[in-house]
C-alpha cells in the first residue's frame, strides 16, 4: 500500500500500524472482561491491583507525548529522531522492569496490597 499509494498510501500503512495493535487491545481485553462478567454474572468482577501498573502507564504516556511533540516539529516525517526516542523509552522501560524482577528495586510490597 505504501509503495503503490503515493503520499495517501503512506499515511493508510501508518495509521494501519497504529490502528491494528489498538484494535486488538479493546477487542481482545472487550473479549475477555465479557467472558469475566458472564461467567460470575451477579458477583462484580475484581481486578487485582498492580503495584507496576502506573509505572506501564507512564511509559506508555511518555511515548505518546514523544510521538505528539517529536512528530509536527519534524514535518509528520518518520526518522531517526522519532524512531531514536522510542527506542530510549522502549530500553529504559525494560531495563527498569529487568533491575525490579531482579528483586534490587522494589516499589510495593506485593504483600501491603
Known sequence: ????????????AISGCYAGPIFNVLFGLGLSL?????????????????????????FLLAGLVWGLVVLPRRGM??????????????LLSVSLRLVQTSGSLQFLDHNSL
Not at 465479557?34 to 507496576?52: A, H, N, Q, R, T
Open 1 to 12: 500500500m505504501a509503495i503503490n499509494g503515493g503520499a495517501e498510501g503512506v499515511q493508510v
Open 34 to 58: 465479557i467472558g469475566s462478567c458472564w461467567e460470575s454474572y451477579p458477583e462484580p468482577v475484581s481486578i487485582s491491583l498492580d503495584p507496576y501498573l502506573l509505572e506501564t502507564l507512564g
Open 77 to 90: 516525517k518518520l526518522d531517526g529522531v522519532l524512531g531514536g526516542g522510542l527506542l530510549v523509552i522502549y
